[in-house]
Structure formats: structure tokens, C-alpha cells
């Protein structure tokens, strides 16, 4: 399962009637000449524990923004380095993200030479800069699988690798499960799954199961249920800036991660959203779904990642016998983030190349 693209020259191609071109935010209007970032010589390979800020403009990468008019809803995306392939790659962020949380992954392949093309990079519905929609049925995950599968065919293209993070990740496996023939692959970070389904359906039985999302889940309720108060109350926290403490857990290093993290966290931290999302992944049926995964699946999770069990690798393994999981050291529930080129190699976008470690940055050991 390769989704490292070859290095082919970017053409413009036209984009669906359904997109309306959107200027990135935030940062000026597109001008006529966008700086880019500037990439070392490969194989720069040394990079350490969370070695990339995220980063909010989409031109940086050669991506364009648009807001795509779909069945399910509006969705913005940021999508871009067309290539002659039929067949994208989909990155799917998790609850309380967006498409930023992918912008350390793109740098860490920017900066070794991995360009990675055809990429479709949506923030999913109620996230990012995409709407909720005022139908909320159309936020089940075979609903959210359909939508995903709408915005690349809209798109033009006809297949798909597909990556998703946390519950992005439950996404790109009901996606696979529903779209045999169009899903040439799977990656998956940090997958959120079965002990999560068992916290939202057994609150009280199961919290120590996974008791940081336990936690987490019961704290977003009560938000919820206090409505504008709890809002004020997830603001007042990150204008005093004891954020970063509580999502420490999330990471393997939580005071070393760039405040850009801890600040898009902040903002996406949604609880009607974060709620919907959970329950909605309580009430489907992974094991009947997943077991129809035809494609290769390959998935990875920090070794300090507290919403991922080695039960969940366990039972994966059996619903989806084709699937390779492994664990990255000294990372936790954002890989993609925390030791972003070591996610590269593990969901083989590319071949190996030797990984320089650098001894004198917090977290290579």
C-alpha cells in the first residue's frame, strides 16, 4: 500500500461546478506569487518530537480552498497538486481538529522529498471552517463515508487512498467497508474504535476501559449541557492558558508540542459537535462493517496513546485480518503531529529512508 505519488509536474485542472473558490484564512489574499516553504535537501531526515507548528494557509502547500456544495452539506477543502492519477489521497482529521492537523505530516514529507500529491483534505462537517448541518442525520458514519466519497468523485477522481486520525479514522473504514472497489488503501492514525464504542455505550460500566475519553466524553456532555456558559467556559481556559494542562494527556510530551497545537485544539474544542460525533460512533456496527475491508489497511498509534488499547489492535486484527498495525515510540494520540515522519514510513508513503536522531531535542530517545 504505496501512497507515496512520484514527483510529476502540478497542472491546473478545473475544479467541479459545485466548488466555489474560497481565499485561505488566515493570511491576505492570494496574490500572484505565494512564497513556499522552503524545503532542506533530502534526505533530511533528522527531525525530532513535534518538529512542525501547524500551518493555516493552505497556499504554503500548493493546495486551493473551496467550498463544496454537497448532498450531505457544505464541506470546505483544501485540495491541490493534481497530477495525471485517477486516484487521491484523503486525509481525514478527528473530533476537535481539522485540516490543520495535517500540515506537520505535509511539512515533514515537503522537507525530506516526499511530495505527496492528489490531495483532497476536507474539514469534516462541524469542524474547521465547514458548517453544521441543520440535518443531523446526515452525520452518521455511513452518511459522513457517502459525503467523503461525493467530495472526491466531485472532484474527479475515481479512486482513493484514504488516512484517517482518531475518528477520522472510524470514517475511512466505513468508507473502505462501503466503497470496496473505489478504496485502494487505508492508513490509519491513532484510529479511535472498539473501547471507544464501549465508553459511549456503557458511560458508567466501562469508564476505566478508556478513561481518559471517559473523562473526556462526560466533560463534553456537561459542556453541551450548559450551553453558552460552557462555551465562555472553554474560552476562559484557553485565554488563561490552562489549555495546554489539560490536553497534556494527549501527548507524549505535552509542554514540548507548538502552542499553534494547543491553540487549534482551543478553537475546535466543540462539545454539541464532539457528542454527536461519539454517539454516532457508539450506534454503528464496526465489527459487521469492517469485516467487508477488502483493501490493505495499515495502522499505527503512539505507544502513550490513551485512546488506543492493544485490545483495539487485537480486535481490528481479527474483524480485518489484512490490517499491520504498529506503535511509534514516544508519541501519543497525535502522530501525525508528535513524530510525523515516522507515520510517513509506517503507512509506507514512502521507502524507508534512515531517521537521524537528534539527541539533543526533547523526546528522540
Same mark, same amino acid.
Given at each position: 500500500?504505496?501512497?507515496?505519488?512520484?514527483?510529476?509536474?502540478?497542472?491546473?485542472?478545473?475544479?467541479?461546478?459545485?466548488?466555489?473558490?474560497?481565499?485561505?484564512?488566515?493570511?491576505?489574499?492570494?496574490?500572484?506569487?505565494?512564497?513556499?516553504?522552503?524545503?532542506?535537501?533530502?534526505?533530511?531526515?533528522?527531525?525530532?518530537?513535534?518538529?512542525?507548528?501547524?500551518?493555516?494557509?493552505?497556499?504554503?502547500?500548493?493546495?486551493?480552498?473551496?467550498?463544496?456544495?454537497?448532498?450531505?452539506?457544505?464541506?470546505?477543502?483544501?485540495?491541490?497538486?493534481?497530477?495525471?492519477?485517477?486516484?487521491?489521497?484523503?486525509?481525514?482529521?478527528?473530533?476537535?481538529?481539522?485540516?490543520?492537523?495535517?500540515?506537520?505530516?505535509?511539512?515533514?514529507?515537503?522537507?525530506?522529498?516526499?511530495?505527496?500529491?492528489?490531495?483532497?483534505?476536507?474539514?469534516?462537517?462541524?469542524?474547521?471552517?465547514?458548517?453544521?448541518?441543520?440535518?443531523?442525520?446526515?452525520?452518521?458514519?455511513?452518511?459522513?463515508?457517502?459525503?467523503?466519497?461525493?467530495?472526491?468523485?466531485?472532484?474527479?477522481?475515481?479512486?482513493?487512498?484514504?488516512?484517517?486520525?482518531?475518528?477520522?479514522?472510524?470514517?475511512?473504514?466505513?468508507?473502505?467497508?462501503?466503497?470496496?472497489?473505489?478504496?485502494?488503501?487505508?492508513?490509519?492514525?491513532?484510529?479511535?474504535?472498539?473501547?471507544?464504542?464501549?465508553?459511549?455505550?456503557?458511560?458508567?460500566?466501562?469508564?476505566?476501559?478508556?478513561?481518559?475519553?471517559?473523562?473526556?466524553?462526560?466533560?463534553?456532555?456537561?459542556?453541551?449541557?450548559?450551553?453558552? !456558559?460552557?462555551?465562555?467556559?472553554?474560552?476562559?481556559?484557553?485565554?488563561?492558558?490552562?489549555?495546554?494542562?489539560?490536553?497534556?494527556?494527549?501527548?507524549?510530551?505535552?509542554?514540548?508540542?507548538?502552542?499553534?497545537?494547543?491553540?487549534?485544539?482551543?478553537?475546535?474544542?466543540?462539545?454539541?459537535?464532539?457528542?454527536?460525533?461519539?454517539?454516532?460512533?457508539?450506534?454503528?456496527?464496526?465489527?459487521?462493517?469492517?469485516?467487508?475491508?477488502?483493501?490493505?489497511?495499515?495502522?499505527?498509534?503512539?505507544?502513550?496513546?490513551?485512546?488506543?488499547?492493544?485490545?483495539?489492535?487485537?480486535?481490528?486484527?481479527?474483524?480485518?485480518?489484512?490490517?499491520?498495525?504498529?506503535?511509534?515510540?514516544?508519541?501519543?494520540?497525535?502522530?501525525?503531529?508528535?513524530?510525523? !515522519?515516522?507515520?510517513? !514510513?509506517? !503507512?509506507?508513503?514512502?521507502?524507508?529512508?534512515?531517521?537521524?536522531?537528534?539527541?539533543?531535542?526533547?523526546?528522540?530517545?
Amino acid at each position: 500500500m504505496s501512497i507515496l505519488m512520484s514527483r510529476p509536474a502540478i497542472r491546473n485542472h478545473a475544479v467541479s461546478p459545485l466548488c466555489a473558490l474560497d481565499s485561505p484564512k488566515p493570511g491576505p489574499r492570494p496574490g500572484p506569487h505565494v512564497p513556499a516553504r522552503p524545503k532542506p535537501a533530502p534526505p533530511a531526515t533528522a527531525l525530532g518530537y513535534s518538529p512542525f507548528p501547524l500551518d493555516s494557509d493552505a497556499r504554503h502547500f500548493g493546495l486551493t480552498t473551496s467550498s463544496m456544495r454537497l448532498r450531505g452539506g457544505t464541506v470546505t477543502v483544501r485540495h491541490g497538486r493534481r497530477s495525471a492519477s485517477t486516484t487521491a489521497t484523503i486525509l481525514l482529521h478527528g473530533a476537535a481538529g481539522s485540516w490543520t492537523t495535517w500540515t506537520p505530516l505535509l511539512q515533514a514529507a515537503d522537507a525530506t522529498a516526499r511530495d505527496l500529491t492528489d490531495l483532497i483534505i476536507p474539514d469534516l462537517p462541524g469542524w474547521g471552517d465547514s458548517p453544521l448541518p441543520a440535518d443531523r442525520s446526515t452525520l452518521g458514519l455511513e452518511s459522513m463515508a457517502e459525503l467523503v466519497a461525493d467530495l472526491a468523485r466531485s472532484l474527479g477522481y475515481e479512486r482513493w487512498n484514504v488516512v484517517g486520525h482518531s475518528m477520522g479514522g472510524f470514517i475511512a473504514l466505513a468508507l473502505a467497508a462501503s466503497e470496496t472497489r473505489a478504496t485502494a488503501s487505508v492508513g490509519l492514525v491513532s484510529a479511535t474504535s472498539f473501547s471507544v464504542q464501549d465508553s459511549v455505550r456503557h458511560p458508567v460500566r466501562r469508564f476505566f476501559a478508556l478513561p481518559a475519553f471517559s473523562a473526556l466524553f462526560q466533560t463534553m456532555r456537561m459542556l453541551q449541557l450548559a450551553g453558552p !456558559l460552557g462555551r465562555d467556559l472553554v474560552r476562559a481556559v484557553t485565554r488563561f492558558g490552562l489549555l495546554r494542562f489539560l490536553v497534556a494527556p494527549l501527548f507524549r510530551y505535552g509542554q514540548a508540542v507548538d502552542a499553534s497545537v494547543v491553540a487549534a485544539l482551543g478553537a475546535e474544542m466543540r462539545p454539541a459537535g464532539f457528542v454527536l460525533a461519539a454517539t454516532r460512533a457508539g450506534a454503528y456496527d464496526a465489527s459487521a462493517s469492517w469485516a467487508q475491508i477488502s483493501c490493505p489497511v495499515r495502522s499505527v498509534h503512539g505507544d502513550r496513546d490513551v485512546f488506543v488499547t492493544a485490545q483495539d489492535d487485537r480486535k481490528l486484527r481479527s474483524v480485518v485480518p489484512q490490517c499491520v498495525i504498529s506503535t511509534i515510540a514516544s508519541a501519543g494520540h497525535f502522530g501525525q503531529i508528535e513524530r510525523p !515522519l515516522e507515520v510517513l !514510513l509506517r !503507512l509506507e508513503f514512502a521507502a524507508p529512508l534512515p531517521i537521524v536522531s537528534t539527541s539533543s531535542q526533547l523526546g528522540t530517545s
